[in-house]
């Protein structure tokens, strides 16, 4: 079976070529098996064209095993999490690809609480490739359900409304990416009493305003609005809205640890206590929290991993640097409108615009870059990456990856949990370093791929 479609905490793959209908429905029935073909299901979809297909499929497989499902239909990922957060049914269904290109599909399991799967993951993967599936009598399946859209997105906004007051009105430009925020980010600003001027807020699974990955040079169009409109800050949304990249008002890209500082700073002015990064996170998180009373945790990358840790921890925040945030002020799950929106309040309470804020931020250089590697080769790289940063002496952080720290920097290569990429991180207190440590693991990566 094409088990390799089984991530490190979802399924991921290109539709009609890695996975297909077939494969779906036998994901259903491992799914439902799983949960011993009894009990109530959510699922929801992303915007994507191939997605409705695919939760009708993996419905179709849950309700063979007995279990009922109850379709919440097309919304943002962290709406969904939201209403099993708050409904309790056994187990939730998401079919998304986030931030992957728009051919991809993908499936996201999801506990009673909103958060995703980790080793049980594993344990529904083994029942795919098994085959051994509950499958119920003609007379015992489970129902195939549905809820209307519009009220679980209502209670969604009411639930961050009554958590949520910006003291003064905000101008803020909105860029969902043709993805679900469109649904949910421009009536819950205006909601909150914000003028609100959206782009590519049109929903389009083909992606035509920009990648579904919003970063640095490709939300160009939201940054030069946001400063044409003198907006007080811009917001861009992944496909399915569980990530956010803020625009200041200068139309700068804000840097994800400059934000991660902002909210830690608000969290940790309401109550002192832990925060979790992972370990791609730049070291400007750890100076300022413990600055101000808190203690960082280091967790893998990956939003089960750091659900998983602020629940074992009892954080109250998270932060990961590819613009997942995490509060317990709401709910154990990352939210990209809600982060987005929590920004703003904390905008609305300073005298200091947006871009004042981030340059009273302290920052180090730091350079991100991605390879792409084939799934079936990018563990093998990077296990032979460590064992020659062993042989060189170094202390290595095999949490996620191999990362190596020093005095003056730190770098880290690690498979990507999602794609068939391979990420390297690099950040240092001078340039020099910075170059320095970047020449030693990127000449380190070509050799290993060379030799692979």
Sequence with gaps: MSAHIFRAYDVRAVFNKEIDVESVVRIGL?????????????????IRTSSQVVESAAASGICSTGCDVVSLGLLPIPVFNFYVWKSKPKAGLMVTASHNPPEFTGLRFRRSDGTGFSEENNKIKEIYVEGKFIKKPWNQLGKLLSINTEVVIWEYIRYLLDKISLERELKVILDPGTGTASMVAPQLFREAGCKVL???????GTFPGRDSYPREGTIDDLQKITAEWGADMGVAYD?????????DDKGRVVRPEAAGVLFIKDALSKEKGKIVANVSSSMIIQEQAEALGGEVIYERVGDVFMTEAMKRHKAIFGIEPSGHFYSNRFYPFDDGIQSSLLLAEIIS???????????????YPMIEETVKCADEKKFKVVEGIKEKLERRGYQLNLMDGVRVDQKEGWFIVRPSNTQPLI?????????????ELKSEILALLKIEMEQS
């Design 349 to 363: 309470k300073q005298e200091k615009a947006l871009s004042r804020l981030v340059d009273e931020i302290p920052k």
């Design 423 to 435: 990420r390297v991180t690099v950040e240092a207190k001078t340039e020099s370093k910075l170059k």
């Design 239 to 247: 496909g399915d809205a569980d990530r956010a990249v803020f625009v």
């Design 198 to 204: 959206t782009i590519n807020s049109q929903i389009d």
């Design 30 to 46: 491992a799914f439902g098996t799983y949960l011993g073909g009894e009990g109530l299901v959510f699922t929801g979809r992303d």
